[in-house]
């Protein structure tokens, strides 16, 4: 069966330092990728999404990038983090149209 | 391009009441439609989608929800809600390209009171 994982699940980061958060998929190859981020109070944005190794397109311009160097493994990345990137990243892989979420990494930026 | 809108941000209930989660999206192209519930500090589990076929689908823990592709819309329902069913619930749509986003909607707070 099909396994997604996410880490870290927690992370409080200061202003200005990097960010590294991974994700991998195990059971499936060449999954398509999603990187979504949920706010307070907001529904899910999608980032950045992946239909193979080093293909990214990007959904919204912002602080974060996103990185695939192996086939179940994508990465989201910051060099310096801003408030405005506190939320929860959800990690997804996706399969007959139908989305499959990771747990989540809380990201809090102070 | 898709998009979505769920009408109501929050829904209170009572314990045993039917419930109804609005949903309306918009696409120039055919859809697949989903609905999602997130329990507090947890990813999203799938309740249940469309795809094609029969427009009345039925989902995990007792919902169901009906396409209309004249009304452009997939409202969810349950007959009678517990208090387990306190959630936010996610409304989303692609196209059936095989590399079609998913766009969600801001979600639904559904808060079941006894």
């Known amino acids: 069966s099909q396994t997604i994982h996410q880490w870290p699940a927690t992370l409080v980061q200061p202003v200005g330092s990097p960010l590294s958060l991974e994700c991998t998929v195990e059971?499936?190859?060449?999954?398509?990728l999603y990187w979504y981020r949920q706010a307070a109070g907001r529904g899910l944005q999608l980032l950045f999404y992946?239909?193979?190794?080093?293909?990214i397109s990007s959904e919204v311009p912002q602080n974060l990038s996103a990185s695939r160097p192996q086939d179940r493994q994508f990465i989201l990345s910051s060099k310096k983090l801003l408030l405005s990137d506190s939320g929860f990243y959800l990690c997804a892989w996706r399969r007959t149209g139908e989305l499959f979420f990771g747990e989540g990494s809380r990201l809090t930026v102070l | 391009a898709q998009s979505v809108t769920q009408l109501d941000s929050q829904v209170p209930v009572f314990e045993e009441a039917p419930v109804e989660l609005r949903c309306n999206y918009s696409s120039s192209v055919s859809v697949y439609l989903f609905w999602y519930v997130q329990y507090p500090n947890q990813g999203l589990q799938l309740l249940l989608k469309?795809?094609?076929?029969?427009?009345l689908v039925k989902g995990i823990n007792g919902f169901e929800a009906e396409f209309n592709k004249s009304q452009t819309s997939f409202h969810l329902r349950k007959p009678s809600v517990h208090i387990s069913d306190t959630a936010e619930y996610f409304c989303a749509v692609s196209g059936i390209s095989q590399g079609g986003k998913l766009i969600f909607g801001q979600g639904t707070e559904l808060s079941v009171k006894p």
């Open positions: 992946s239909v193979g190794i080093g293909q």
């Open positions: 469309y795809l094609s076929g029969s427009t």
């Open positions: 059971g499936t190859s060449n999954p398509n």
